[in-house]
């Protein structure tokens, strides 16, 4: 079964919830050896490790800015550059740089007169927004000539790439791939070249695209239009509330330009770290990443979001009424990833939601026979700035979501009164542990790591120092911060409902 | 969101013509500076092969060192999986596959086993799948020797504890009743069917009835009949020296007598008649759509052939169908395709889209299209030598761990390949010529042979479809519980 939300599950796990002492014979000091971090003069961060167990490498470059920096009016924007981002350079992808260049001004700039008309409220010309589509179709399919369609991804994909792929959250921006061994200049040069000199080209071919992606993920799945509703419902002021993917109206209305200044806000290398491991020798990669990553300009790194979201005070709930089988999530507000207590949530996630020894498998799974599966997790839709721990059942055939509801905060009520057993809580220590462990043998894993460590917390060391966090977790603090964030006044349900006959199908008409 | 998915899952007469323009102009503009980049040769690079051991009673061992981590994980594979379950009780094979571990052992309860390795942070898992039925460990080093114990255990003493058998059956049960609210479950299974044959043992899918139909006794017969020595591989990766290994799995199954082989089974193809196909799904404004045809067997002499000509084709980023159907034209964000193998039978041959329901009828258009151009214009030349480069480039990421090393021995030993078929495959890659690429082509498409389907939108599509041809609506109402009228809408008002 597809569900979206499980599969942030397993990232959460991996990312969040890591716990010390690895046992004698791997340590932080032992890492400390393989782990090299160098910070440019224009202030991207290089962070490598060496594992030399096989010829090749992986890296992440991950740019501290996601769909919460979409401008208003503009959701999606962030998504939309990342696409953007395998569409080659100045160098590579096109015929003639020159002539192209020339004719994408040219498609920008009849786009705008053609977006200026198709938007006017009042007095708005049929015929003319009619001709000045043309016009911009028209410049489209000249500045088409000069493109080298899939140049970027084929000079990879020939030179033995493997997973070349990149991914917008709320929070960040990643980009990613692995070659053999003997590819790190190549490597270092496309890179850097793809943020030095990108090409906005075949923008609005990409857009249709991307709403298409819109259609497959949310237009087109029940949870899907549910997680929408719901998070518009949970968030009121941060931009939490929106959709990655973006709303379909924005998706088309922004532009190339648009995408262009978007990139120019954020994508600085202040803003940005890149994380290598694999079989790279340091005396090679880092000369190779200051040539190459140090010809990015100084630019002043973007002001970060200061909106926050305004206590939640009152019980909020969005019901869909679907053809599709019944659904339950409920979310609560809790604080951003910094918060003392962040090592708490990950022992409730864990303690309620891992395997088959977990409390909610237990409990409506095992016991009372109700769902098919049920947990909680929190790192949801973001983990940057205040967010969501929630909880999910899925009925089995014949219950309902009350049903769900109504175990789901028994258990979450024994959390808040009972001290969870010693066993269990020596239990969820022990599991984070024994999962960092698993996650230290997988370059593409441990690069997104040590990137996301190092531009969240200034340090790639607090994946092994948020072990010892997690150790000192108490049962105490596991009441004290059940108590404190599952109230019903700060809680956001989103229900699916089966009914015969039409769906809630969002339709594609706009204003 | 991520840019792409992991099916890229085709194109019309006008992006043909421009597509051949550009692939020509792409070796005509390289960027200057990529001539400077220095690419020495990879060093080399011998993978650590697995030591075999074939023990007295059959069961075949492999067990490979890899001391980076404290860490000791197996997985051994049993012959016989759903291709041979009856097809009145489909669903048996994943119920064994659960409750084999959850139903716990003699001496201890499902429960108790999930208590003790949880501890641990260790599991013993067991699940089956269409040829096979598995059990594997995964532990810290120092937890060896106790989770070895539950795995022998559980490999040995099963007790199939009847609530656990319910609980499956519930899972199941879930999984049927929510089986067409995902549009893309829904193409994929139904394409299935129609490429292989409704009642193809590969394609069949449990109803209420046939899970109902599964007793206990069943999965005890089952365990009976297929868990002997003889019939499995067993494959040991981690912290652990060779020949201690060896000796502990000796002693654990010495005395464990062989057992019946199991048959080789004749299965028969039976596509269903190549035309176009309709399911109607309400709910979505994207239509998916699946063309099916036979496809091959891994060990077929065209196999690396083909291999190239699916990678220009239809598997790369740089494929032509995402060069067409995505980039060019926008029609999808997840579009792929290419003739299918497998081991011991027919993949599939299949071409996937996705595309909002008004461009349905030009989608299907466009992947009938791209079949053609595959035989009238074959990859040659750049095309050609980008595939091969593409599959021979990143040929060391087939080896790039122990545990990878492990899983593609293990694979070869259990279809019966040969052992080097990794050296084979690039050979026979790097043998592949233009002319092999352009007779696989006119030997395997057939476009007349393809069953398309589409699901989607009605009132969306509107009458697009009929200018595609006969459209022959497929049911895929759910069958209802013995003895119930009717849930296939779902209806939830019970309690």
Redesign the interface.
Known sequence: MKFPVRRILPFLLLVLIVIPVLGQDLDLASFEKRITVKKLDNGLTLVVMQRPEAPVFSFYTVVDAGSAQDPQGQTGLAHMFEHMAFKGTTGIGTTDWLAEKAALEKVEGTYAAYREERYRTVGRDESKVKQLEQAWKDAIAHAQQYVVPNEFDELLESNGSRGVNASTSLDETAYHYSLPANRVQLWAYLESERFLHPVMREFYKERDVVIEERRMRTDSQPIGRLIEQFLGEAFATYPYHRPTVGYLSDLNYFSATDAKAFFDQYYVPANMVVAIVGDVKLAEVVPLAEKYFGRLPTRPQPAPVHTTEPPQNSAREVELRETAQPFYLEGYHRPNYRDPDDPVYDAITDLMSNGRTSRLFRALVRDRKIAAEAAGFSGWPGTKYQHLFAFYAIPLPGHTPEEMRKTIHEEIERLKTTDVADEELKMVKTRAKATLIRGLADNPGMAFQLALYQLRYGDWRELFHSVERIDKVTKEDIRRVANKTFQPTNRTVGIIQTIPGSPNLQGEKEQ | ????TSLALIVSLLLISS?AA?QQ??R???????EK???????E?H?QIPKRVVLPNGMVLLLQEDH????IDSIMRVRGGSRLEPSTKVGLIDIYGDVWR?GGTKDKT??QL??FL?????KVETDGNVDSTLISFNC?K?DFEDVFKVFLDVLRNPAFREDKI??AQ??L???I??RN?????IAHRISTQLAYGPTNPYARFAEYSTVAAVTRQDLVEWHHQYVHPNNIIFGVVGDFDSTAMEARIRQAFTSWPKGPDVPRQHITFTPEKPQLYFVPK?????SDIQMVALGIERNNPDYFAVEVMNYAFGA???SRL??DL?????????VGGGIGSAFDHPGIFRLAM???SATTAEAVEGLKQELQELINDPPMGEEL??AK??I??????N???KAKVLREQMAYEYYGYPLDFLDRYRAGIEKTTAEDVARVARKYIHAEQFATLVVG?PEEIGNQLSALGPVTKWDITIPPPPGEKS?S????E??
């Open positions: 969101m991520n840019r792409r597509l550009a102009a792409a005509t503009t390289i960027d200057p500076e990529l980049i220095k690419t020495p040769p990879l060093p690079f993978p980076e981590l404290p860490l959850t499902g429960d999930d208590d949880e501890a641990r942070a260790a810290l120092q319910a609980l519930f899972q049960n879930t999984a009743a929510r609210d995902d549009i893309g479950q309400e709910d979505v404004n994207q790369g980023f740089s995402i060069k995505r980039t060019a034209k926008g029609l999808a964000y997840a996705g595309t909002k030598r980008s480069d593409a021979l480039n990143a040929f060391i990421f080896f790039d761990s939108n849930r809408t779902g209806r939830s019970t309690k």
